[in-house]
């Protein structure tokens, strides 16, 4: 893939909770949705370890400008949970899908709703016999209503990949509003993530950010959406003990030279201000 001429200028790169603070040491699978502008919601798998019978579904909100404290959305005794997703259907309704089962290929699906922002949720509803719900990205609203959803399973060494309508790939992407196609995804190794863009539908694919590169170390699973104000929101899984959010914005050149000409400017601001302050006092 090419490199990019115009830059992704990242506005915000920080985790959802400080490290070591969180009621588990490991987490993955993190899934994001806009609740309201400059509200969102992030819900992700966390126990001790994946597939310990400890794990639970944890929910996190960001509001009032700062990511609130990880809470239970649903457990179950000694029985570990996998793999939500989070989707904002067009009337503000927000479905919760999950996966509960002492292994992958005994998986039963679930789901849960709120009506209130992810404030309060409904009882656990259990999907029908061999429905898992979607695995891992967002399902698709069709214009009839329905959801169309992307599912698998492991079984005999492999995945198996199939759609599912209802009333391992570590990859996801979200179409923007101009047309074009964001993908973020790993290249050689859970320890490269990065994000790439198509202009034709997705008939080619230009990098345009790495957001992690270290040997060794995982960087998977992430999750992608387009808020209202048309930024580009970013959560992954970070090296299994917290979950990582970014947000970019793309710029064109010219945009980005205004960019750095406000900053240049509130530079000048403060320096004059601190100037006049060490007058004042000598």
């Not at 290929?105 to 992810?118: A, H, L």
């Not at 959801?147 to 199939?162: D, I, P, R, T």
């Amino acid at each position: 893939m090419k490199n990019n001429t115009f830059p992704w200028v990242p506005l915000v790169e920080e985790f959802t909770f400080t490290a070591n603070s969180a009621p588990f040491n490991s987490c993955h699978a993190s899934t994001i949705v806009e609740v309201d502008k400059d509200h969102f919601l992030v819900a992700y798998f966390g126990g001790t370890a994946e597939g310990a019978p400890d794990v639970k579904i944890w929910i996190q909100t960001y509001k009032d400008g700062y990511w609130h404290s990880p809470t239970v959305a649903d457990e179950q005794p000694n029985v570990p949970m996998w793999n939500p997703v989070l989707f904002k259907h067009p009337s503000n309704e927000l479905l919760l899908f999950y996966k509960i089962g002492q292994e992958v290929q005994k998986w039963s699906g679930c789901m849960k709703r709120s009506y209130d922002g992810g404030v309060n949720w409904s009882g656990e509803k259990q999907l029908p016999p061999g429905i898992l719900g979607p695995i891992k990205n967002k399902p698709i609203l069709l214009e009839n209503g329905d959801l169309l959803c992307g599912s698998s399973v492991e079984s005999w060494n492999s995945w198996g990949a199939w759609m599912e309508i209802t009333t391992d790939l570590g990859i996801d992407g979200v179409k923007l509003t101009d047309g074009r196609l964001v993908l973020a995804y790993n290249t050689i190794s859970r320890g490269v993530l990065k994000v790439a863009v198509s202009n034709d539908d997705g008939d080619s694919w230009h990098d345009v950010v790495t957001l992690e590169e270290t040997v060794g170390m995982e960087f998977s699973y992430p999750a992608v959406i387009q808020d209202s104000d048309g930024l580009v929101h970013i959560t992954y899984t970070y090296n299994r003990t917290q979950i990582k959010f970014e947000s970019y914005g793309h710029y064109t050149v010219n945009k980005l030279w205004f960019w750095f000409a406000l900053e240049l400017l509130r530079n000048v601001i403060e320096f004059c201000n601190l100037w006049s302050s060490l007058n004042i006092m000598s």
